[in-house]
């Protein structure tokens, strides 16, 4: 028996080292793309002012109000 375990050692370690050969570096490509950002940066400031946020609201407001009379007249006519 000690024969058939040192044969199936000598036959199993190569093929496991062929096997890490591949794996290990497609696994540590893997981590490199999970890993990359891309070279997107936090934005300079991501908070608005009350200011800014006044002024969006208003923008909306006003583009729901001429939404809201362009189908009125469609309705009209």
Known sequence: TGVKVL???II???IVG???AIAL???QGYLERANYDGGA????DPYTTDEQAAAAA???DE???AAAEAM???DQQ
């Open 58 to 60: 208003a923008e909306a």
């Open 7 to 9: 044969a199936s050692l």
């Open 25 to 27: 570096p497609s696994y």
């Open 63 to 65: 583009a729901a109000t």
């Open 72 to 74: 009125e007249d469609d």
């Open 41 to 44: 940066s936090a934005p300079a």
């Open 18 to 20: 062929i096997i890490a």
């Open 12 to 14: 199993l370690l190569p």
